[in-house]
């Protein structure tokens, strides 16, 4: 049964279309000509988009395929094929054994019926009988931790209890095939290390795809990976390091803009450590890069200018490849400047407390009072630098700083 071919995807597309009443349309028409014996039209209709284009691959029994790509890439619609919950327009599936999804938050879940109801419904559709759902049933509860809520209505549960629901049907049912969209993104720490630990059990007599914008749960759960990207089949491979790497690489465009009224503008940034100096021209809108050392100095010297007298305050966010905030350093007091005053900001950092990485650095002025913690933005540049941190050892979480910068000149 090990090396078992689960899953199986030849040449699969899908189309969808724009239009609404286009839609209905050329719907009603490809019916027709299913119903008469003709062939529906290979080439793309008016307002109508390949959403999944050619994509082929197989998952065996033990592997977890990792679906990854950007919102849009068709990661969603693959799914909803596999689970037969749409079809597709070209292409073969195949799956065999029973199949279950977690594919949106509570779906399958009739929220007027209370937890145990639809565990019983949930399972008679993956189908198990009975009498298999009542010996199974306590086991699904004590890993749900909802016993005291297992009689109320779905309706009232919060999203993470319907995960906590969900996630334990599929998972204590001893499912051959196991797809998962994203839904561990929502539910607390230690119910997410449970479900890990349970997906390994899993693995070991299922197949698993999992979907996830993550690239470090991608790392921690797949045994290979597939990278969609605008519907079409990108990259596979069964090193997961060239799949992460395949999805970052969309990525690396240009991917510095500003946002803001524009009530102010930065014009310098300069970057001072011990081995290397970077003077980044920031009316250009062009990003530089720098390598440091998590225990390196570093001076940061930010020069721009108010068109308004507004009292405001700067922040310098630093940023993962995942665009989640790692660290901030901000002002911890507002400043009021003349108009088209040029400013100089400047602060030094002992050292940065970043684990080996690449990070982005984002920029934000923003109008405030004593009252305001944050109010409208004047000007923010996202990405406009890219830090690479060189380290062997593990520094642990940056901390958000505060800081009183040094005010160097006013012209």
Not at 59 to 88: D, F, Q, W, Y
Not at 220 to 232: D, F, M
Not at 259 to 288: C, P
Request: charge should be positive; charged fraction near 25%; proline fraction near 2%.
């Amino acid at each position: 049964m090990e090396n078992e071919v689960l899953i199986k995807v030849e040449g699969v597309s899908k189309k969808f279309c724009k239009s609404l009443k286009r839609s209905l349309y050329y719907g009603l028409g490809d019916i027709s000509r299913s119903v008469l014996g003709i062939k529906n039209p290979d080439k793309l209709r008016k307002d109508e988009f390949w959403a999944v284009k050619n994509v082929s691959f197989k998952v065996r029994r033990g592997e977890c395929l990792g679906l990854i790509g950007h919102n849009g890439a068709g990661k969603s619609t693959l799914l909803k094929m596999l689970n037969g919950l749409i079809r597709p327009d070209e292409g073969r599936i195949e799956m065999k054994g029973k199949v279950g999804a977690l594919i949106e938050l509570g779906a399958g879940f009739n929220p007027v019926l209370t937890g145990r109801e639809n565990v019983y419904n949930n399972g008679a559709v993956l189908g198990f009988s009975k009498a298999e759902i009542d010996r199974k049933f306590d086991e699904i509860v004590a890993f749900s931790e909802l016993e005291d809520f297992i009689d109320s209505p779905v309706q009232n549960y919060s999203s993470g209890m319907k995960v906590r629901l969900g996630f334990a049907v599929a998972s204590q049912m001893e499912l051959d095939i196991l797809l998962v969209d994203e839904v561990l993104a929502v539910g607390d720490a230690g119910f997410k290390i449970k479900c890990y630990n349970e997906i390994f059990k899993i693995l070991k007599n299922s197949a698993v795809i999992f979907v996830s914008h993550s690239m470090p749960q991608i790392a921690k759960v797949c045994t290979e990976g597939l990278h969609l990207h605008t519907g079409i089949l990108k990259k596979k491979s069964s090193s997961i390091v060239d799949i992460i790497e395949s999805y970052y690489s969309v990525f690396q465009g240009p991917l510095t803009t500003t946002e803001g009224n524009m009530d102010a503008i930065v014009e310098e940034l300069e970057i001072q450590t011990k081995q290397n100096k970077l003077i980044l021209d920031l009316k250009k809108i062009s990003g530089g890069e720098i390598r440091v050392s998590p225990k390196e100095k570093l001076s940061l010297k930010l020069t721009y200018y108010i068109s308004k007298k507004v009292a405001h305050r700067v922040i310098f966010f630093i940023t993962d490849k995942d665009q989640k905030l790692i660290s901030q350093l901000t002002t911890k007091k507002f400043y009021d400047y003349n108009i088209n005053n040029l400013i100089s900001l400047k602060i030094d950092l002992e050292k940065l407390q970043l684990n080996a990485g690449e990070y982005g650095l984002t920029i934000h002025i923003f109008e405030t009072d004593e009252k305001i913690k944050r109010g409208t933005t004047l000007y923010g540049i996202r990405n406009c630098l890219k830090i690479i941190c060189v380290t062997e050892e593990f520094v642990g979480a940056s901390p958000i700083l505060y800081f009183d910068f040094t005010d160097e000149f006013q012209s």
